[in-house]
């Protein structure tokens, strides 16, 4: 007999990594191993996994000026996804 499948929720984490000069910002090249996607943590349900990526995503990351360009500044713009798994607590 086959026990029961439990189902987990995954928060993934991205990056990518943006150049601004201004108010425009374009990609750079970040390698696949940097960007992810990453996981980041794993919850009983959906509304658990939903509520943490809420808040990390309201968390904001500051813009580093260019030292040597002072009218550029780089940024991480981060993305959170819950993702439904079979995988184990």
């Known amino acids: 007999m086959l026990g029961a499948i439990l189902l ?10 943006v150049r601004c000069q201004g108010t425009v910002c374009q990609p750079t090249r970040t390698s696949a191993a940097v ?3 990453h996981k980041m943590a794993v919850f ?4 658990a ?17 260019s030292p040597t ?8 713009e981060f993305t959170y996804t819950c993702q439904e ?3 184990a607590l």
Do not use: D
């Not at 996994?49 to 000026?65: F, G, S």
């Not at 360009?69 to 991480?76: G, I, L, N, T």
């Open 85 to 87: 798994s079979e995988e």
């Open 35 to 37: 960007a992810g996607p």
């Open 44 to 47: 009983h349900s959906p509304t």
């Open 8 to 17: 987990t929720w995954i928060l993934f984490g991205t990056v990518t990594t």
């Open 49 to 65: 996994c939903e509520l943490y990526r809420q808040t990390m995503q309201q968390m904001h990351q500051q813009a580093v000026p």
């Open 69 to 76: 360009q002072p009218a550029v500044s780089v940024r991480k």
